[in-house]
């Protein structure tokens, strides 16, 4: 019996953030509604190629979606409404990821529900929130790496900004949107009240600049990019070429740049560069030696 079975979700979702998200709960045993548009063919996401499994349907799809239930519902039809409502009598949750005016527009929001169960937790997955100028503006998770500076931080120093390959914004607010979303059915399940709760792709992406901007913040430090996909401060932790293919050597500890001196037969490292700030201020001194020993390698010795 997986943790979350007995507990149903209702997800307004589309595309990727809130059905990634949606998703985690579903993989853990919840059962998890999808409510789609008819117009249109429900989920953007049904469409998107290049690989597909039948009509509206395909592995991108699937990726997001695996485990979930769905139904076509107009929300905005007295028909469709009456429907909805009955499933939020007997849900413990609702996770939507909309544009942040949809919620109050379509009556999905903790207000609106709770004369049908107030214990309903209604968790609003959107690009800047619910409130504010920006609240009807959409968003996409590229557009968020830039914003949040992601991309300057991203890529080799004398080339271009760069993204990040993976859609790591709209992952990680999904994600965020549904631990949320779970710690409110907690409290409801304790007090007999839900609530809303409201995640944004920004805020999110701001939270994830981390210790860069606390740096930043209290020190004034900008943090740029490092070549080969480096750490900021940490040397050697970064991209390189063995025999047979790239490597990323991670010495992130003292214990590991001693195995790795000792692993390529460099013990007399250790008395040259012996501790972070002494890699630190030789990095590129350390990367030619490096960059001499390490070719010698294949990829598999490691």
């Not at 003292?254 to 460099?266: A, I, Y």
């Amino acid at each position: 019996m997986l943790p979350l079975a007995g507990v149903r979700i209702l997800a307004v979702e589309v595309y990727g953030a809130g059905p990634f998200g949606s998703a985690h709960l579903a993989d853990l045993g919840a059962e998890v509604i999808k409510i789609e548009q008819r117009a249109g063919g429900g989920d953007v996401s049904r469409v998107v190629g290049p690989y597909f499994l039948g009509e509206h349907d395909g592995h991108f799809f699937q990726s997001l979606n695996r485990n979930k239930k769905s139904l076509t519902l107009d929300l905005k039809h007295p028909r469709g409404r009456e429907v909805f409502l009955k499933l939020v009598a007997t849900a413990d949750g609702l996770m939507g990821n909309l544009r942040g005016d949809q919620p109050e527009k379509l009556r999905i929001t903790y207000r609106d529900l709770a004369p049908a169960n107030p214990r309903i937790v209604c968790a609003h997955l959107s690009a800047y929130g619910r409130d504010g100028a920006r609240k009807a503006w959409p968003g996409y998770d590229y557009l968020m790496q830039g914003e949040a500076g992601y991309l300057s931080l991203t890529g080799e120093p004398d080339g271009p900004p760069s993204r990040m390959g993976l859609s790591v914004v709209d992952y990680a607010t999904g994600t965020t949107c549904a631990l949320a979303l779970l710690a409110g059915i907690l409290e409801a399940r304790r007090t007999g009240r839900g609530r809303d709760l409201d995640v944004s792709l920004y805020d999110v992406a701001m939270h994830q600049l981390n210790y860069p901007a606390a740096w930043y913040l209290n020190e004034g430090l900008a943090t740029g990019r490092a070549p080969r996909s480096g750490h900021p401060f940490i040397a050697p932790s970064q991209l390189y070429r063995t025999r047979d293919g790239w490597i990323f050597v991670m010495a992130q500890t003292q214990r590991f740049w001693e195995l790795l001196c000792d692993g390529l037969g460099r013990a007399d490292l250790k008395a040259t560069y012996p501790d972070f700030a002494a890699r630190r201020e030789h990095r590129d001194a350390l990367t030619r030696i490096l960059d001499g020993e390490l070719p010698r390698q294949t990829t598999q010795t490691w």
